[in-house]
């Protein structure tokens, strides 16, 4: 008997893993799962992941008493047997990641499940799925199908359903029975159009129908900006549909949409742009020395206002992760530009923008409890980028590390300033933590800075501005609760020269012109 499941055995363990590398080796070494494993009739969770396993022992009906969970992730298995469905306690069915080309009918059976995951895999069909009727979640993602799931409009609990990267050709008109769906995934399919009746689910929250191929021009444009919200798709289909219930007729939503072409931009995203005289409270201005110019000559700003950084429990990563990304591609790898974020309740103006001497000034870099001069920060962290190159036996650093170069050579360092003169920025290295915006901030101070030039500061910022639009994180202009449309508020910054005269505003009105979406200006 396998040692885990000897020891699962003699502590009567409610949950066991078998996970990895040495568990593949066994498997494939006897070509099935330890026997003894189905005498542990005490089991509520069992997990055989990332192995070679390519069959599923019919003797996994004799853990039908209390196995609620089977996780049966990234294996080989290219069928199930049909005791499977003789687990009649079963809560979660995870089969994602495996080789199956059918669904053995026998799942069908589970009416105690509330979730069933068999993405991943090479299914191009699936059994009637109605006898599952306390399904909450279905995740069919990355698979071959070609029609949506069979039996899903009996299912009274379903609220999630998962499809992406499939080869769906069309909804049926029975999705309208789908009542309280809240959450349909459909990117990437091979979806041409859709049937009114998908209005009529008044419950559904998360719509995302990117990728497919939609023949109206308009639904195509609404279906692929990247938001998830349903509003501006069901304002496409509303009228078609009141047409369809006054004809009696039935038709997919292929063309003549609710909404015209102007309509459908303003539908989806807008920018309004507050002038800097005009902002709602005392605006930001940043002042740049002459002696910058030698360091990192270029730098705008701009405020964005009224960001919903907590809209769900993923937005804060993504917001992190799309700085991340930009540093990495248009900003080529901060070599032509630096993107700074501040929380904006932590900015005293009016912000200076100068080139100082690295061992006398000093900051707290973001992440970091202590104030230090730069110069040491710029010390301790090439210390770290050896020790962690060494360790990690590689040639090159990463990371924070992998800029250190920028500043190669500079005896002044470029810094941003507040009327405190303490340091909020330290480009192109790092930000500081006293103004570290986090998933409560709601108004945010954006800093781009570069070496080479101001177009390429505008670039970065207007990259900045479409990505976080697209990221539904806006608050909209209409009153409206079921308002569709996603504004970002992005108020104007000056950088004026000591004596007050203007270098640059931004963005001003020749900036934001070859955005995809309605731009409201003061």
């Known amino acids: 008997m396998w040692p885990e499941v000897q020891a699962a055995k003699d502590s009567c363990k409610r949950e066991l893993i078998l996970?990895?590398?040495?568990?593949?080796?066994?498997?494939?070494?006897?070509?099935?799962?330890?026997?003894?494993?189905?005498?542990?009739?005490?089991?509520?969770?069992?997990?055989?992941?990332?192995?070679?396993?390519?069959a599923l022992s019919p003797k996994i009906s004799q853990l039908s008493s209390k196995l609620t969970s089977l996780v049966l992730h990234q294996n080989h298995l290219a069928s199930l047997p049909d005791s499977i469905g003789d687990l009649s306690n079963l809560k979660l069915l995870d089969l994602a990641g495996n080789q199956l080309e059918s669904l053995n009918p026998s799942v069908c059976k589970l009416q105690s499940l509330l979730t069933?995951?068999?993405?991943?895999?090479?299914?191009?069909?699936?059994?009637?799925?109605?006898?599952?009727?306390?399904?909450?979640?279905?995740?069919?993602?990355?698979?071959?199908?070609?029609?949506?799931?069979?039996?899903?409009?009996?299912?009274?609990?379903?609220?999630?359903?998962?499809?992406?990267?499939?080869?769906?050709?069309?909804?049926p008109d029975s999705i309208q029975d789908?009542?309280?769906?809240?959450s349909l995934h459909l990117f990437d399919n091979q979806l041409t159009d859709l049937p009114p009746s998908l209005v009529l689910l008044d419950k559904l929250k998360v719509l995302d129908l990117r990728g497919n191929k939609f023949k109206d021009r308009r639904l195509s444009k609404l279906a692929n900006v990247e938001q998830t919200q349903p509003k501006g798709v069901f304002k496409f289909l509303k009228p078609l549909h009141d047409k369809q219930v006054a004809s009696g007729s039935s038709k997919g939503a292929s063309s003549r949409g609710g909404v015209t072409e102007k309509e459908v931009a303003e539908i989806m995203e807008s920018i309004k742009v507050l002038h800097c005289a005009d902002s709602r409270a005392s605006g930001v201005e940043v002042q740049i020395t002459e002696a910058v110019a030698s360091v990192r000559p270029f730098i705008i700003c701009c405020i964005i206002r009224n960001l919903d950084l907590a809209k769900i429990s993923t937005t804060f990563k993504q917001f992190i992760a799309l700085q991340t990304r930009l540093h990495e591609g248009i900003c080529e790898k901060r070599m032509s530009a630096t993107i700074a974020t501040h929380d904006l309740r932590a900015i005293k103006s009016p912000l200076l923008y100068d080139a100082r001497s690295p061992t006398e000034t000093q900051l707290v870099p973001l992440g970091r409890q202590k104030l230090i001069t730069s110069a040491e920060f710029m010390k301790k962290l090439q210390r770290e980028a050896e020790e962690m190159r060494k360790a990690k036996k590689r040639s090159t650093t990463s990371g924070i590390h992998k800029y250190l170069d920028l500043l190669k050579g500079k005896t002044e360092y470029p810094f941003l300033l507040d009327q405190m003169s303490n340091v909020v920025s330290f480009p192109p290295i790092t930000n500081c933590e006293s103004t570290k915006v986090s998933s409560e901030t709601n108004d945010i101070l954006v800093e781009v800075t570069s070496s080479k030039s101001l177009l390429i500061c505008k670039q970065v910022t207007e990259e900045l501005i479409k990505e976080l639009l697209h990221l539904g994180i806006g608050s909209s202009l209409d009153d409206e609760e079921n308002s569709p449309k996603n504004c970002l508020v992005v108020e104007q910054v000056r950088v004026v020269s000591l004596d007050g005269h203007l270098k640059t505003v931004y963005p001003s009105r020749i900036d934001l012109v070859d955005v995809p979406c309605h731009v409201e200006r003061d």
Do not use: W, Y
Request: aromatic share 4%; proline share 2%; charged share 20%.
């Open 19 to 54: 996970d990895g590398a040495s568990i593949s080796k066994r498997i494939a070494d006897s070509e099935a799962l330890d026997e003894g494993l189905f005498e542990l009739v005490d089991l509520n969770f069992l997990r055989v992941s990332h192995t070679c396993l390519a």
């Open 178 to 182: 789908m009542r309280v769906l809240k």
């Open 116 to 171: 069933l995951n068999i993405s991943q895999n090479d299914l191009e069909s699936l059994p009637d799925l109605g006898n599952l009727h306390n399904l909450h979640e279905l995740l069919i993602t990355s698979n071959k199908l070609t029609e949506f799931p069979a039996g899903l409009a009996s299912l009274e609990h379903l609220a999630t359903v998962q499809a992406d990267h499939n080869q769906i050709v069309q909804l």
